[in-house]
T-cell receptor
């Protein structure tokens, strides 16, 4: 079946602009995660949704970052007043709702490479 | 805060040799430890994971060991092949029960020379 998809694959914007990054999780996956990966680093947690609600947004770096998942499927990460330091690959992942066996594998999307000039 | 340390940052081995990557974590409540492989320009892909009620898990040429007392876990790749060349990330789950998130190490770039 189809994996996690993300659009756009690349986004170039100017400092101060607003951007939206989209994630389509695997059908039936209720948990959705956003990560940011800078060059030479591991993925850095941003926010986690369980269904429509943000279960943990402690990783969002500041109030310029916001994410929504209004219908419990597609999610959008929104960045206001972009800064050069926001340049990174933004990864989305999804997983099944944790079952009785505990946590489930997170499947990653291909990422969106954001470049802020 | 929660932290995952990963060593070494780079590792070069000859084809057929073994490779070992080690990670330590800070939160004794962590209960899930996945390992991801990321090829250049590609998405991270899970290769193996281990839960806190198990000390060792093996899948063909790949094995992971977990020492909860010492709070460290390791990835072992035997009979390495050139296609094993990639960046490997360890991660530890933080949070209460099934909630929470993964904290990743900084990665190990493995190069397997033919």
């Amino acid at each position: 079946g189809a994996g996690v998809s993300q659009t756009p694959s690349n986004k170039v914007t100017e400092k101060g602009k607003y951007v939206e990054l989209r994630c389509d999780p695997i059908s039936g996956h209720t948990a959705l995660y956003w990560y940011r990966q800078s060059l030479g680093q591991g993925p850095e947690f941003l926010i986690y949704f369980q269904g429509t609600g943000a279960a943990d947004d402690s990783g969002l770096p500041n109030d310029r970052f916001f994410a929504v998942r209004p219908e419990g499927s597609v999610s959008t990460l929104k960045i206001q007043r972009t800064e050069r330091g926001d340049s990174a690959v933004y990864l989305c992942a999804s997983s099944l709702i944790p079952g009785t066996s505990g946590l489930n594998e997170q499947f990653f999307g291909p990422g969106t490479r954001l470049t802020v000039l | 805060g929660e932290n995952v340390e990963q060593h070494p940052s780079t590792l070069s081995v000859q084809e057929g040799d073994s490779a070992v990557i080690k990670c330590t974590y800070s939160d004794s409540a962590s209960n899930y430890f996945p390992w991801y492989k990321q090829e250049l320009g590609k998405r991270p892909q899970l290769i193996i994971d281990i839960r806190s009620n198990v000390g060792e898990k093996k899948d063909q040429r790949i094995a992971v060991t977990l020492n909860k007392t010492a709070k460290h876990f390791s990835l072992h790749i035997t009979e390495t092949q050139p296609e094993d060349s990639a960046v490997y990330f360890c991660a530890a789950h933080y949070g209460r029960g099934s909630q929470g998130n993964l904290i990743f190490g900084k990665g190990t770039k493995l190069s397997v020379k033919p």
